[in-house]
């Protein structure tokens, strides 16, 4: 295997199971990100809500990577490739490879609305979940000051687009920090009066799971005064209001705190491979992949998680979840140990659905596993375990275990700061 260079662009769950899979078997591979961690992201809701500290779901890939000496990391961005020279493209530079795995992830989307994105931050980085935390927080630390009514109720008026697992979340978190955390922390307002609107354009929340979930995860939510409406398209945000079309009408309600959760777009980096390579995009962005996972005409190259869409096994691109980037890095990783082993072409890659889970709050949330589907407690304590498990180092399993353990028991969230060098609310 020597000899042989593996590139690898992006270091989330797609790209660094690759990485791993690739160090343990001794190929020389080089890691290349923009950021020097590895995020968890299914909990950065927590960070933007006050419950963990970004380090508590984040390691440097250097510290991860530290024992494997076959593998390199490269802080650095990839802005496309050169396939003829089998270059990747950096911004400030090349690396070389024999073999390349493209992992880069997604980013936000505002469906031709990208004006929105100033209003309605979303939430994909370090850096969103602490500007959006800022956002919550000093929501009320404005309405703390205000005198009018009507400008009070629009800073405590939270309204988040999108009910997928990241809405849900979001929302539930939102109501426990209103009517628990933040109880008696001021005085001028009450916590309590905060209104809560999740906002969905389909006819459910959480439209991708089974329907008797959808509804039991609605009951939870709106048990924590949760507003729902669904069937609303979204059709303005600035930045005192969010207008909505319910069945024909438009609504405008009057808010300061707009959060955005609805829908993802592929990498800039997709639309520069496709250039390169003549593969096709789809809407969202992503690179059509063949079921081998490598882009057509180029068996060199593999494109996995977010940045690929791989339709051939359901007939429908596979959710960008976690599951499916770590099972498509995995099998990227060992059809190319096999093509240095000289063996046979691996067959087809295959996703193996494990099942969905949304924590709808403090100890409560529904669980999708395809062979039981299940609600509340016992789905809760599964979403721990499942989570904790997924954490990639043992040190911040024990830290984020320590810190939900404390927040059970005192519903406090310890990690209420207010940080980073954004304007302060007009209104202050």
């Given amino acids: 295997m020597d000899g042989h260079r593996v590139a690898i662009v992006g270091g989330g769950f797609g790209g660094l199971s690759a990485v791993l899979k690739l160090a343990r078997a001794g190929v020389d591979v080089t890691l290349i990100d923009r950021r020097n961690h590895h995020l968890f992201q299914p909990l950065l809701y927590q960070v933007a809500t006050g419950a963990l500290s970004p380090a508590n779901i ?6 991860i990577l530290r024992r494997y000496r076959s593998a390199r990391v490269l802080l650095a ?83 988040i687009v999108g009910a997928g697992p990241t809405g849900v979340e979001l929302a539930g978190a939102l109501g426990e920090i209103a009517h628990d955390t933040l109880r008696c922390d001021f005085r001028s307002i009450d916590p ?29 939510v709106e048990r924590l005064h949760v507003t729902v409406r669904t069937s609303a398209l ?15 009408h438009e609504t405008t309600i009057p808010t300061r705190t707009v959060l955005w959760a609805a829908g993802v777009l592929a990498s800039p980096l997709a639309r520069s491979v496709a250039e390169a390579t003549g593969a096709a995009l789809d809407k969202q962005g992503r690179v059509t992949v063949q079921p081998d996972l490598t ?7 593999f494109a996995i998680g977010d940045l690929a869409n791989f339709s051939y096994q359901t007939g429908h691109p ?48 529904v669980a999708d596993l395809r062979w039981v589907r299940i609600s509340g407690w016992p789905a809760w304590l599964i979403w721990l375990f499942v989570h904790l498990m997924y954490i990639v180092q043992f040190r911040n399993r024990v830290l984020v275990m320590v810190q939900w353990g404390y927040m059970y028991l005192t519903h406090d969230r310890s990690a209420r700061l207010i940080t980073g060098d954004d304007p302060l609310p007009l209104d202050l």
């Fill in 234 to 248: 979204v059709t303005k945000i600035d930045e005192s209001s969010v207008t909505l079309r319910e069945s024909g």
């Fill in 77 to 159: 961005e990839a802005t496309g490739i050169d396939v003829k020279n089998r270059r990747v493209v950096l911004s400030d530079g090349y690396v070389e490879y024999d073999s390349l795995i493209l992992a880069a992830g997604s980013s936000h989307q505002y469906f031709g609305h990208d004006e929105w994105e100033r209003f309605a931050p979303g939430l994909k980085t370090v850096e969103d979940a602490t500007h959006m935390r800022r956002r919550i927080l000093l929501a009320f630390e404005a309405a703390e000051r205000e005198t009018d009514p009507e400008k009070r109720r629009a800073w405590l008026t939270f309204i």
């Fill in 295 to 301: 882009l057509p005409g180029h068996p060199e190259i």
């Fill in 318 to 365: 596979l959710p960008g979840v976690a599951q499916t980037a770590i099972q498509q890095g995995v099998y990227a990783a060992r059809a190319i140990i096999r093509r240095l082993k000289g063996q046979r072409t691996s067959r087809p890659f295959h996703y193996f659905d494990k099942g969905n889970l949304a924590s709808v709050g403090r100890a409560t949330a």
């Fill in 192 to 220: 309590r009066s905060t209104q809560i609107i999740l906002v969905e354009a389909a006819g459910s929340i959480l439209p991708s799971y089974p329907p008797k979930l959808s509804a039991a995860a609605q009951r939870m």
């Fill in 58 to 63: 984040a390691s440097p890939l250097r510290n």
